[in-house]
């Protein structure tokens, strides 16, 4: 008896002793081999852009990611990637400072990261090529913010000469028509680029390409920044323009080879047309009416839809539609000048009595609204209360480089002048000058340094 229970006992030790080795067994091999369902403690950021905020962190698998598709609204998106109805209308909000997320459109990407339980951690979403929005979920605080794109600015020259257009030779050099779009926007109050150049006029650029590194859509974008100078000879007559900092501008704005502004107070044709279907005329045969009558404006014809621009900054004291002149906005410049668009498909955002418009704002889009045969803008002009002709309008440029600055600019237009002068007239691929460019600011520096130098120089020898 006494055998059998030191048997039993010897026994009960044994299967104690096994139960403490598997359980620190257990415990040891559960310390170097973590749940896989337990949330990674590691990060990784976005690259940073100079003056922005950094990225967030990134997780590395998003429970949903896709691209918004046709007809489709931010909430039926979120409701298919089983986001509750109370988690987005917190998105929405603490993203209405940012973004609007009410207004999505087809090709958008979004990534949603969750925590615990499907609880919703991180969200982004690509607003566009060089910025996203994340929001991220702390408890019950959910908070919004952009994150920009890391990006590079190379310097490049192209030079072109005209054959047929503009944008024909644009495209001839494989370059992008927005660059064609600019140049037009430098040169408007001088050249008509429909109307003025010629075969064999030419042009020569220095100007900014921005390389942007997309990590959320994995891509490389690359578009034009700003063109830095330019020289366009048309009809034999060269004209300059030179990106500057004037004094008192919060911008730079261009100026020609003598520092005049290239900006006048008014635009000439505040489109991109096609032709002008019907000229400025005290008699003209109406194509509705049936009879001779005043055409006190210029009727461009353009697509339905093209977007029209104030010629000036002024104020808007007339949006409204009538039987002749369908839609149309009036707007007062100064005492002396009021502009007139008429024919409109419809008025862009904000277009109401009272609004303040800056040159160049797009204020509605042409169309053949009121006494019209096809889609055309009619511009026209008065002046001291009599219409004009727009196109023989002669307006003072506006402030020129400030006389105190001016050596300032002087180094800066030479310094580009020398770089258009490099250029090749007719080469047809654009050329790289430097990875990492002088900034405007820098050149400006530059120029400010060698100032003080030959000051404090002629101070000496005095």
Known sequence: MKKFSINKLLASVLVGLATVLLFFLAVSFDRENPDKKTPSSSTEELPLRETLQPAAPKASTPSFQGVVGKNMNFFD??????????????????????????RIYPGQSYRIFSGNGRYTKRFEFSINDEEFLEVTAVNDTVKARRIYCPFKIHKRSVSGIIRNSLYESISRNQMPFELASNINNIFRWDIDFFH??????????????????????????????RI??????????????????????????????EGNSLRKQLIKAPLNFTRI????????????????????????????????????NGTVIKASRTRANGNYIKIRHNRDYTSYYLHLSKFAKGIKYGAKVKQGDVIGYVGATGY???????????KNGRFINPRKLELPPAEPVDRSIMDRFEFVKNSYLSELNKIAVGTTVSKEQTENISSQAELEKKAESGRNVSQHHSSVTR
């Open 77 to 102: 998106l979120m409701r298919k990637c089983d986001i509750s109805p109370q988690m987005i209308n917190k998105i929405v909000k603490a993203s209405s400072d940012v973004y609007n997320l009410r």
């Open 196 to 225: 003025d150049i010629r075969p064999d006029d030419y042009y020569r650029l220095v100007y900014e390409e921005k390389e942007i590194k997309n990590h959320f859509q994995n891509k490389t974008t690359r578009k034009i920044n």
């Open 228 to 257: 830095l100078a330019a020289e366009f000879n048309c009809s034999g007559e060269k004209h300059y323009a030179f990106l500057f900092n004037n004094k008192g501008d919060k911008y730079p704005d261009y100026f020609n080879e």
């Open 277 to 312: 279907s019907s000229s400025y005329s005290k008699s003209r045969f109406h194509p509705i009416l049936h009879h001779y009558m005043p055409h006190y404006g210029i009727d461009y014809a353009a697509p339905t839809g093209t977007p029209v621009q104030a010629s000036g």
């Open 372 to 382: 019209a045969t096809g889609p055309h803008l009619d511009y026209r002009i008065k």
